[in-house]
């Protein structure tokens, strides 16, 4: 009887537990989120700017006539080296001939009659005052400076070149009648096919254009926003399509210190060094100058900065938590940008910010590595990915 008892019992008990709560299950366990994460790197940070250049001659010259004439001879043609003080071509004026021959004589009749006043003056004073003497003397000097003057007008049927350089253009035929021109608005630059219609018969245009070409000089236009940062000595790398693939380097040798009201840009000038003649004034180049450089600046992906308004900052893992680090930024080249304060360079620095991420979320980190292997990090300690 008593062995019944306990039996009812157990199963009453039984009943009452199979009735009651179930069991509470194990609470599941959240998935940490993984994050990519580099380390700042070291290095210049450069803000450059490319600009269009044009290659012309260290000097140029239109070499025009100073005096009106037939052209008597040419001595050189387009492609011809020549050098300082060379004969070119030369100019005939029957005029200045016959001009030049009537004041030398008129010079000699004038320091006879000054000889021989002089020397009745010195013979006897009461024979001739003194002021005759003085006023022969005067007519005299006056002869010798027309002689002079025209003995120079004579000089310029030569035309001789300035510089060592080569003949760039040739627009003159002997014969052509030269009219004596040049001056303000004279263009070293001009073509043969803007003068071609006048061969024979020229106006007041250069009888040849020269240019020294050991050395070029390069144009370039600098804009308003950028002049003030131009100095002499600034790095420039310089490339030409007709060099595919070749960079020259220079530097900005002078510029204007004024801006062009027309286009609000400043000239600037490179000095290209031209050994065996390879560069051509005309040509066209690019050229890429360094504005601004921060050497062994802190950078990170631009991707890695968020600006919001003034305020710029980065996320950082640290014990492997999303801490927020407010950053101040510098240069930046699209890719890289500098963080001039907020970064040691030894963070692990979050490289794709996103409105996902939030500060003291716990996350596992995974280091890119500039070979492009990861590696994973947690609580701030970093391990090989396999």
């Known amino acids: 009887m008593s062995s019944l008892r306990y039996f009812v019992v157990v199963v009453m008990m039984l009943s009452l537990a199979a009735c009651g709560e179930p069991a509470a299950a194990p609470a599941p366990q959240h998935n940490v989120p993984s994050v990519t994460v580099v380390r700042p790197q070291r290095r210049d940070a450069v803000r450059s700017i490319t600009l269009p250049g044009d290659l012309v001659g260290f000097y140029e010259s239109a070499l025009h006539a100073k005096v009106t004439g037939y052209l008597k001879s040419i001595a050189v043609d387009k492609g011809d080296w020549v050098k300082a003080g060379q004969v070119l071509a030369e100019i005939e004026v029957p005029e200045l001939r016959q001009d030049?021959?009537?004041?030398?004589?008129?010079?000699?009749?004038?320091?006879?009659?000054?000889?021989?006043?002089?020397?009745?003056r010195d013979t006897d004073p009461r024979l001739l005052a003194e002021q005759d003497v003085d006023i022969a003397y005067s007519k005299w000097a006056q002869a010798k400076a027309e002689v002079d003057a025209i003995e120079t007008m004579v000089g310029y049927t030569k035309i001789v070149a300035p510089f060592d350089g080569v003949v760039t253009g040739r627009f003159v035929d002997p014969g052509a009648l030269i009219q004596a021109g040049g001056g303000e608005g004279s263009d070293a630059s001009v073509t043969p096919a803007a003068t071609e219609g006048a061969r024979g018969h020229k106006d007041s245009g250069p009888v040849v254009t020269l240019a020294n070409i050991d050395k070029l000089r390069v144009y370039i236009y600098v804009p308003e926003q950028e002049a003030a940062l131009i100095h002499r000595g600034m790095p420039a790398t310089i490339s030409l399509q007709e060099f595919p693939g070749q960079h020259f380097a220079g530097v900005v040798n002078r510029f204007a210190h004024s801006l062009d009201l027309s286009t609000r840009t400043m000239l600037a000038e490179v000095d290209l060094d031209n050994p065996g003649h390879r560069f051509y004034p005309r040509m066209y180049a690019n050229v890429a100058l360094d504005l601004i450089r921060h050497t062994n600046a802190v950078q990170v992906p631009t991707t890695a900065v968020e600006l919001s308004g003034d305020t710029q900052f980065v996320y950082v893992v640290r014990h492997g938590q999303l801490v927020k680090a407010p950053v101040s930024i510098g240069i930046s080249d699209g890719q890289y940008i500098e963080i001039a304060s907020g970064l040691t360079g030894q963070e692990l620095v979050v490289s794709n910010i996103s409105p996902a991420l939030n500060r003291g979320e716990r996350v596992n980190a995974i280091v890119l590595s500039e070979a492009g292997a990861s590696v994973h990090s947690r609580g701030g300690e970093v391990a090989s990915a396999h």
Do not use: H
Not at 100 to 120: F, I
């Open 100 to 120: 030049l021959d009537r004041a030398r004589a008129n010079l000699e009749l004038q320091r006879l009659t000054y000889q021989r006043l002089k020397k009745v």
